[in-house]
């Protein structure tokens, strides 16, 4: 029998055709890949009828147009058709269309058409799916249905009404939105934080011939953590006070301590463990994780499902214990469930799909090597005994009770699952504490230290802790969360990845949607029951139908919302000013000047009239329309004050006589004259008030901050290679191509993944290095009539994000592609020749 199945990658074909040569010998096999969505909601408003959600008008996406036609041909051929689909919702709603598409082109008479799903690229998984086909499981269509339309009525009915209103901003969206506002939020409680003041004390104690460090933990029965000390007077007195005591053991604490092993990998988990433990995005594990799929070494990686199936989990114990024998193997079998909102228990876990294939013998490299390290560890730790330590607390008393510091230590006693999960950074050998120590001993106090401190504001989010956010607020699935990131940044709104900074346009499109659709989709809470609802449409529980009348009638009601009597959707009346004076008053804590008694003023320092929000060729800026002062927004580092008296008068530069002023750039405080009619910088340290900056320190950051040295003058074109001072920290200049000195931490290993820039090491008479500087600089080479350097500069326009390369020679700067250094070397030289109009060109080498 001949038979086609459509899967959705090319890279699954030929491995999964190779299976299935295997195990059904008898039978011939064509197995092709769709690309994924065949069909999909063209962008125009009418594609949705709210009157009859069945009446949609599907449109062929670009690719799926010449694979239908592929696809036409092979099932004429074919007498069975296999949908095989990935196993979820979008996968389920591929098939569908699959199936309708073949339906209408009449091709499937006298065929057997069947769907197939599978959750590992394994012999045994694809025979099984083969022998058990079923139909498509039209509820879990209704749910990819019911969702599709919701992001596209809230990408037609919401994203156009913000397009008026907000400068910039390019969408909202159902799950996006709600996510931006978290970023948001954690931003404002960054700004609100106001930093106390605190003393923390530390001692070393010596017993005999070993030393104790101790830190202090209570003063006169009161805990530390509770009541702080809170300055340095109070400081100093008590260390006088430690000065005169003397200090004895007063308890030897020991208890047993046991740490047990985390639940293997669900989607949002493994984004999680592998930001944080091997710096990937989101974005980056779920690409890798997919070729680790594909390949066949993982289970699927869109799951949020903990648990193991019973099978599997006595291969996997055996396996354990045949391999590190059963000390390491846990007394019984452990069994997870997971705490995140709207977890679907059904779905296995990813794991490796044979747990004989450690990494070591998987011909794996790179970034696939440590992804499937990190999810074989955490699966086979999954089943393994607990690690034990013995924790070991000394309290260390003054005579009279009044001081008490603590001492701890942890010895490991058996690592357990750690064996696989601790870090090669985790040795866990805090210092062990002698054997012979006894109660009531005395001990000799040889230290005293302690430092002014602050506390610190609220930590910003990274991608795992988002996504963790997001999980347990039952935002988005598992299939949403790298993809939602990578649009926060890409339509600028965030930006990075270890710490998510909202923009100033993320923050204002945020307020917005906050006060025009309070309680509806921007909530946490409306955008989770929304999920549970679409699971429920999944199990066939409600009517997809009934959700989507429920979520249209509230949308109306939304854009139809008056605010001071005119209604939002009024394209003649709510105009501008209305947006202005909602995000005046929606960010009124965040965005104006503060005075120096806390209160927060709309007062112009310049003219006294009123102060506005408003957007610019460059973004959001607040603005006195009066005198035409500005500021930044969300930046209440400067006083309303200081705004006063600035630009401030420092005086007259000794030496080209020009006024020094002390003022504010784009970049902050700073000090600033002109020479040869070009302004120079200085920028003030962070402990220095820039208003009493005076004369003699103004012209020291500017020679600090400006200056230069001729490092060594290039051969090819006579131009001086020289090493500058900006208000970014020193750099090596040529010709306008510049290079930042980045010198390698002090305190820890380099990070192979940045390149380190040290000018001040260099033996600038090499031929070698001249080169390494050359090219350090991005310098491809030099003008054959001019002989100045023709090199890549890279730009960042405006407040974008994104970086723009540009081909330049002196004062010529043309753009140029983005992958340019993927170009082989002719191909670069073409394109120099081509850009400048030369006929000769040679890389330097």
């Known amino acids: 029998m001949n038979n086609l199945v459509i899967v959705e990658s090319n890279a699954k074909a030929s491995k999964i055709k190779g299976y299935l040569d295997s195990k059904?010998?008898?039978?011939?096999?064509?197995?092709?890949?769709?690309?994924?969505?065949?069909?999909d909601l063209p962008n125009e408003e009418k594609a949705v009828n709210p009157d009859d959600w069945e009446d949609l008008k599907w449109a062929d996406t670009t690719k799926g147009k010449k694979v239908i036609k592929e696809l036409t041909k092979l099932c004429k051929e074919n007498e069975s058709i296999f949908l095989a689909t990935d196993p979820d919702r979008e996968g389920e709603a591929i098939a569908w269309h699959l199936n309708n598409k073949f339906e209408k082109k009449k091709l499937l008479k006298d065929k057997f058409v069947s769907r197939i799903?599978?959750?590992?690229?394994?012999?045994?998984?694809?025979?099984?799916?083969?022998?058990?086909?079923?139909?498509?499981?039209?509820?879990?269509?209704?749910?990819?249905?019911?969702?599709?339309?919701?992001?596209?009525?809230?990408?037609?009915?919401?994203?156009?009404?913000?397009?008026?209103?907000?400068?910039?901003?390019?969408?909202?969206?159902?799950?996006q939105s709600p996510s931006l506002r978290i970023?948001?939020?954690?931003e404002d409680?960054?700004?609100?934080?106001?930093?106390?003041?605190?003393?923390?004390?530390s001692g070393k104690f010596n017993y005999k011939d070993f030393q104790v460090d101790a830190d202090l933990t209570s003063i006169n029965g009161e805990k530390i953590e509770k009541k702080r000390v809170s300055n340095e007077i109070e400081a100093k007195q008590i260390e006088n006070e430690l000065t005169s005591q003397s200090f004895y053991l007063k308890e030897i604490e020991s208890k047993p301590q046991s740490n047990s092993s985390k639940a293997p990998f669900r989607t949002s988990t493994l984004q999680q463990a592998a930001s944080s433990k091997?710096?990937?995005?989101?974005?980056?594990?779920?690409?890798?994780?997919?070729?680790?799929?594909?390949?066949?070494?993982?289970?699927?990686?869109?799951?949020?499902?903990i648990s193991i199936s019973n099978d599997i989990l006595n291969d996997l114990r055996n396996f354990i214990s045949s391999e590190y024998g059963e000390k390491y193997l846990s007394e019984k079998p452990k069994i997870y469930k997971s705490k995140?909102?709207?977890?679907?228990?059904?779905?296995?876990?990813?794991?490796?799909?044979?747990?004989?294939?450690?990494p070591s013998k998987a011909k794996l490299t790179g970034d696939e090597m440590k992804l499937y390290s990190l999810i074989w560890n955490r699966t086979l730790a999954s089943q393994m005994s607990n690690s034990k330590y013995e924790r070991k607390t000394l309290v260390i008393s003054s005579k009279d009770g009044e001081y008490i510091f603590r001492a701890a230590s942890r010895k490991n006693l058996f690592l357990g699952f750690e064996l696989l999960t601790k870090e090669e950074d985790e040795d866990g050998t805090a210092t062990e504490f002698p054997e012979n120590l006894k109660e009531q001993e005395e001990l000799i106090l040889k230290e005293i230290n302690f430092e002014q401190k602050f506390t610190s504001p609220p930590r910003r989010y990274s991608e795992a802790s988002l996504i963790k956010k997001m999980e347990e607020e039952g935002i988005g699935r598992p299939s949403t969360y790298a993809s939602i990131l990578k649009n926060l940044r890409e339509k600028k709104y965030t930006y990075g990845a270890k710490s998510i900074t909202p923009s100033d346009l993320g923050r204002v499109l945020s307020s917005y949607l906050k006060f025009i659709f309070k309680d509806f989709f921007i909530e946490d809470k409306f955008t989770a029951d929304m999920e549970k609802d679409l699971d429920k449409i999944s199990s066939g529980e409600v009517s997809w139908t009934d959700v989507l009348d429920k979520f249209w009638e509230l949308l109306q009601s939304y854009l139809n919302k008056k605010v001071d009597d005119v209604e939002i959707s009024n394209k003649e009346e709510f105009k501008t000013r209305q947006v202005l004076d909602i995000l005046n008053q929606e960010l009124f804590h965040q965005v104006f000047p503060t005075k120096e008694d806390g209160t927060v003023t709309r007062s112009c320092p310049k003219c006294g009239e009123e102060v506005s929000l408003k957007s610019g060729s460059w973004g959001y800026f607040i603005g006195c329309s009066s005198c035409k002062w500005t500021k930044k927004p969300f930046d209440n580092s400067i006083k309303w004050e200081t705004y006063q008296e600035l630009p401030k008068e420092i005086g007259l530069h000794p030496d080209h006589g020009s006024m020094i002023f002390a003022d504010l750039s784009i970049n902050g405080p700073c000090v600033w004259t002109t020479k040869d009619e070009k302004k120079i910088y200085g920028a003030p340290d962070e402990d220095e008030d820039l208003l009493e900056i005076g004369l003699n320190r103004a012209v020291d950051l500017i020679e600090r901050d400006s200056g230069e040295n001729i490092l060594f003058t290039e051969p090819n074109s006579n131009l001086p290679v020289l090493l500058k001072n900006g208000r970014f920290g020193e750099y090596t200049e040529f010709d306008g191509f510049n290079k930042a000195t980045k010198l390698p931490p002090e305190d820890k290993p380099k990070n192979p993944k940045v390149t380190?820039?040290?000018?001040?090491?260099?033996?600038?008479l090499s031929k070698e290095t001249q080169i390494f500087v050359m090219k350090s600089l991005?310098?491809?080479?030099?003008?054959?009539?001019?002989?100045?350097?023709?090199?890549?500069?890279?730009?960042?326009?405006?407040?974008?994000?994104?970086?723009?390369?540009?081909?330049?020679?002196?004062?010529v700067e043309v753009e140029c592609q983005n992958d340019f250094y993927k170009l082989e070397d002719d191909e670069k030289v073409d394109l120099v020749k081509k850009t400048f109009g030369i006929e000769k060109f040679n890389l330097i080498s």
């Not at 339309?149 to 913000?162: E, M």
Request: aromatic fraction near 12%; glycine fraction near 4%.
């Open 278 to 305: 091997l710096s990937f995005t989101a974005d980056r594990t779920m690409r890798v994780a997919q070729k680790l799929y594909e390949d066949g070494l993982i289970t699927y990686l869109r799951t949020d499902g």
């Open 340 to 358: 995140a909102a709207n977890s679907q228990e059904a779905h296995e876990p990813i794991r490796p799909t044979d747990f004989s294939v450690k």
């Open 778 to 811: 991005r310098i491809l080479g030099f003008h054959p009539d001019s002989s100045r350097p023709i090199g890549i500069k890279i730009k960042k326009p405006g407040k974008a994000f994104k970086f723009v390369k540009y081909l330049k020679c002196g004062d």
């Open 24 to 39: 059904f010998p008898e039978d011939n096999w064509q197995v092709n890949a769709c690309l994924g969505h065949i069909c």
């Open 756 to 764: 380190y820039y040290n000018p001040h090491e260099l033996d600038y």
């Open 183 to 186: 970023v948001c939020e954690k």
């Open 117 to 175: 799903s599978f959750t590992e690229i394994t012999p045994s998984a694809i025979e099984e799916a083969i022998k058990n086909p079923r139909e498509i499981d039209q509820n879990l269509v209704n749910a990819y249905l019911a969702r599709r339309i919701l992001d596209h009525l809230i990408g037609f009915k919401v994203s156009p009404f913000l397009w008026r209103h907000i400068s910039r901003a390019k969408s909202a969206g159902r799950v």
């Open 189 to 201: 409680e960054i700004d609100a934080f106001i930093p106390e003041e605190y003393w923390p004390f």
